[in-house]
Each structure stands twice: as structure tokens, then as C-alpha cells.
């Protein structure tokens, strides 16, 4: 005769709808940005046009000089988009004291040096230093209201949701990644994943950017230059 312990299955029922629930809180956020970007994800073939481009920053290479693998391909992506005619004027937003060296002056040396991209039409954000700040700045201090943003596939979606929210019609353009380790885009998708719910609490309590800034008319003289 086996042994059966009272309320066993009540509290596996209890144990299960706990979890479910906790599961719920923490992918809450990042559904949030998956369904506010939708609609609004796009490949360079198919990118709607805008004046402006914000390309987003991450870790220069080792010798401070160079884009990393992943910078390389969001800068590629946007000279694509500006070569295209589906931009005009190119914002790289990033960290200028980044512990990787500065990523928006890296930044702008390889779009004119490399990649073909007119000096007058590249504008540095040295304080874009995340995402939520990139946007915040980009409007505040740039006058954006109108953008295509460009990075990885596993960051666009928080990255449109957060400029969306903040007031800069945005579309998100997939950046490639040659050279990126399978496992590499894992662990920056998992990362994302927990990233969404700063983004969440950062949109619900309306943070300033870190830096503030008075307003920068660099966008709007490059456009009409």
C-alpha cells in the first residue's frame, strides 16, 4: 500500500500557478517590447526612409581604432541605408568614455573613412551611453522625431519599443553580424531578455538620461547642408 502525502496535489497546483505567475513578470516587459515593435522591424531590402538614422553603440575592437564585429555591422547597415536614399544624416549615439575607448568618434571614422559616408551628414552623441539614453537624447537634444534605428536583430525590439515610447517614430532596421559567434548572439539574446525589464522600469518612471544636455542643432544643419 503506497504512502500518500495529504494536500500533495494541492500544493503542486499551488507550486505550478506560482511559477506560471512569476514567469508572467518577468517575460511581462519583454512582451511588451516584442508587441509595441511589431510592425515596425524591418531588413535594409524593405526599410521604410527617414532623415535620420541612429545607430546604436557597443564595444569598439582592441585597438580602440576599430569598430568590434558587431559595431562594424550596425555601421555597414547604415551606410547601406544612407547609400540607399532611405537616409540622409547619420546620429551614432554611444559611450565617448566607454570602457572599450570612445565608441562614437571609432564610430564616426569608419562611416567616412571606410564606408563612403560624408562627413557633414554624421552627427556623435558622446552621451548616448544605453539605449533608453540614446533615445531620450536623440529628442531632446538632437530634435528627432523621426528615425530609423539600426542594430542586432536580439536588441532592435527594446530598442524601437524605448524610442517609441519616448516620442521619436521609429523603425528598427536589422544590423548582420558577420563574424558573430553562434553563441555570442545567444547570450546577448538572454541578456536582452532580462535587459526589457530595465527598459520597462525605466519607461514607466520617465528617467532623464544620465546626461542632459542643452539643445544641439548638429541634426538639423547637416539635413539642410
Do not use: N
Not at 540622409?88 to 564616426?108: C, F, H, I, K, N
Not at 571614422?109 to 563612403?116: A, D, I, K, M
Request: aromatic share 4%.
Amino acid at each position: 500500500m503506497g504512502f500518500r502525502v495529504p494536500g500533495g496535489r494541492r500544493t503542486a497546483r499551488r507550486l505550478a500557478v506560482a511559477g506560471a505567475a512569476a514567469l508572467l513578470v518577468v517575460s511581462g516587459p519583454w512582451l511588451w517590447t516584442t508587441i509595441a515593435a511589431s510592425g515596425h522591424l524591418h531588413e535594409v531590402s524593405d526599410a521604410p526612409a527617414a532623415d535620420v538614422v541612429i545607430v546604436l553603440g557597443t564595444e569598439v575592437a582592441a585597438d580602440r581604432r576599430e569598430p568590434g564585429t558587431r559595431l562594424a555591422g550596425r555601421l555597414r547597415t547604415a551606410a547601406e541605408l544612407v547609400h540607399a536614399g532611405k537616409a540622409r544624416v547619420v546620429l551614432v549615439s554611444g559611450d565617448g568614455g566607454g570602457a572599450s575607448g570612445d565608441e562614437p568618434s571609432v564610430m564616426t571614422s569608419y562611416l567616412t573613412e571606410r564606408l563612403g559616408v560624408d562627413r557633414g551628414r554624421v552627427v556623435a552623441d558622446p552621451s548616448g551611453l544605453d539605449t533608453y539614453d540614446s533615445c531620450a537624447r536623440a529628442r531632446d537634444v538632437y530634435g528627432v522625431t523621426r528615425a530609423l534605428i539600426v542594430t542586432q536583430s536580439y536588441h532592435l525590439a527594446r530598442a524601437v519599443t524605448l524610442c517609441r515610447h519616448l516620442g521619436v517614430d521609429a523603425d528598427g532596421v536589422a544590423a548582420d553580424c558577420d563574424g558573430c559567434a553562434a553563441t555570442l548572439l545567444a547570450e546577448k539574446a538572454v541578456r536582452d531578455y532580462f535587459a526589457s525589464g530595465k527598459a520597462a522600469w525605466d519607461a514607466v518612471r520617465d528617467r532623464p538620461p544620465a546626461v542632459v544636455s542643452p539643445p544641439d542643432p548638429a541634426v538639423q544643419d547637416a539635413l539642410r547642408g
